[in-house]
C-alpha cells in the first residue's frame, strides 16, 4: 500500500512528484479508486513546480471528465484523507456539481409561475445537453500505454515528444508519460493516451500519423503495450 503525507503540504506534494516521476498513475498501469483518493486530496489544482503531479493530475482530471474510474487499485493512505466513496468516483468536477447545483436553484424559483419563452428554451437546451451526454457516454473508451522508440541515442526526445503530442483529433486524450531506458545509451518514450473507441483507430494513427513525415524525423517505432477498456 503506497502512502503519502498531508498533500496540503510542500513536503507532501515534493513526495508525489517523486513518486510519479517514473509511474503514470498512483498504482497499477491504468486509472483506479487510488488515484481519485489521490486526486481528492488536492485542495487545488497543483503548481508547475510539481511538474510529475501537474501531469497527472490534468490527465486524471480528464479522465472524470469524459469516463470516470472504475478499477479498484491496491490501496493508498493519504494523511488527513477520508477513504475514497462510490459517489466520489462517478462524481463529476466540483466545478460542474456547483453550476448544476446552481441550475437546480434557479429552477426551484417560480415553481408555479407561467414558463417564459427564455425558461423554454433555457430547458430544450438542457434536455439536449442531457441526450447529447448520454450518447456520448454510450462510446467505449480506452486507456492505452505506447512505446515509441527513437533512431539513435542522438535523437531530441524533447521534440519526439512534442511532435507526438502535436497529433490532436476528436475522442483523443494525451496523459502522462515517461523517457525508459533502452541501451547503449538510447531511451523511448512511453506515454498513455485515453481515446474514444468510435473516434480513434490507434493502429491507425500510429500507421498514418505517429510514423510518416514529419514526425518520422524523430520516431522510428511504435508498439501498443497495454490497452485497456476503461
Known amino acids: 500500500m503506497v502512502a503519502f503525507p498531508n498533500l496540503s503540504s510542500d513536503a507532501g506534494l515534493k513526495k508525489l512528484d517523486e513518486h510519479l516521476l517514473t509511474r ?55 494523511e488527513g484523507q477520508s477513504p475514497i466513496t462510490e459517489e466520489a468516483v462517478a462524481t463529476p468536477p466540483a466545478a460542474e456539481s456547483k453550476a448544476a447545483a446552481e441550475e437546480e436553484e434557479d429552477d426551484d424559483v417560480d415553481l408555479f409561475g407561467e414558463e417564459t419563452e427564455e425558461e423554454k428554451k433555457a430547458a430544450e437546451e438542457r434536455a439536449a445537453s442531457v441526450k447529447a451526454s448520454t450518447k456520448k457516454k454510450e462510446s467505449g473508451k480506452s486507456s492505452v500505454l505506447i512505446d515509441i522508440k527513437p533512431w539513435d541515442d542522438e535523437t531530441d526526445m524533447k521534440k519526439l515528444e512534442e511532435a507526438v503530442r502535436s497529433i490532436q483529433m476528436e475522442g483523443l486524450f494525451w496523459g502522462a508519460s515517461k523517457l525508459v531506458p533502452v541501451g547503449y545509451g538510447i531511451k523511448k518514450l512511453q506515454i498513455m493516451c485515453t481515446i474514444v473507441d468510435d473516434l480513434v483507430s490507434i493502429d491507425t494513427m500510429i500507421e498514418e500519423q505517429l510514423t510518416v513525415e514529419p514526425i518520422n524525423e524523430y520516431v522510428q517505432s511504435c508498439d501498443i503495450v497495454a490497452f485497456n477498456k476503461i
Open 24 to 78: 503514470s498513475y498512483i498504482t497499477g498501469y491504468q486509472a483506479s479508486k487510488d488515484d481519485i483518493t489521490v486526486f481528492t486530496a488536492l485542495s487545488k489544482p497543483p503548481t508547475s513546480e510539481y511538474v510529475n503531479v501537474s501531469r497527472w493530475f490534468h490527465h486524471i482530471d480528464a479522465l472524470l471528465r469524459i469516463s470516470g474510474v472504475s478499477a479498484e487499485g491496491s490501496g493508498v493512505v493519504v
